[in-house]
């Protein structure tokens, strides 16, 4: 759906432009992109969609939020992401093309430069450099517009670096490999 957005850019002057944002829920994305609802996708791709919500839910720009309590969804945030590439390839590939799109969906409030590493660095030290690196490659490729250009120019394998395990590596590369 394409919903004007418009600028005030001097007196009596507007700029409007058409700009294409996901309006289905999760739940209707999964329906159209899979051809079946959430309750037959296998139960750990259930667990893992449900703590992304979660985390969208808690991190929202009407929630009253403390640092504390920010940094504590971030953390379960980042062992979401982790998960999800430590599945199975099937549910790795399916689960994190539903991040993108509640990536996509949720740009704006959540998924940005402006907000989505806030209070990052209260992280334990050594999960810090991880979710940064995974949380920037969400927040460049949840767009589909600007995913080709974000992986012209970030490396996978300098995010792959970050992660300890071959199976992480090889599903997050095969997502990219089949979905620019």
């Not at 999760?26 to 791709?45: C, F, G, K, M, Q």
Request: overall charge positive; charged content about 20%; aromatic content about 8%.
């Amino acid at each position: 759906m394409s919903i004007p957005k418009t600028a005030v850019i001097g007196k009596n002057v507007r700029l409007t432009m058409p700009v294409n944002t996901p309006t289905s829920t999760v739940d209707e994305y999964i329906l159209s992109r899979y051809h079946t609802a959430r309750e037959n996708l296998p139960t750990r791709a259930q667990m893992l969609i449900a703590r992304i919500e979660t985390y969208v839910k808690d991190v929202m720009p009407n929630v009253a939020n403390t640092e504390a309590s920010v940094i504590k969804a971030q953390n379960q945030f980042h062992l979401t992401i982790l998960g999800i590439l430590e599945s199975e390839p099937a549910i790795a590939l399916q689960v994190w093309d539903i991040l993108m799109f509640i990536g996509a969906k949720y740009e704006n409030e959540i998924f940005n430069d402006r907000t989505a590493c806030r209070f990052y660095n209260g992280l334990p030290s050594d999960k810090q450099r991880s979710f940064l690196a995974l949380m920037t490659l969400i927040i460049g490729t949840a767009n589909i517009r600007k995913r080709e250009l974000t992986l012209r120019t970030v490396k996978l394998e300098t995010i792959s670096d970050v992660l300890k395990s071959e199976k992480a590596r090889t599903n997050l590369a095969a997502y990219y490999a089949t979905n620019i």
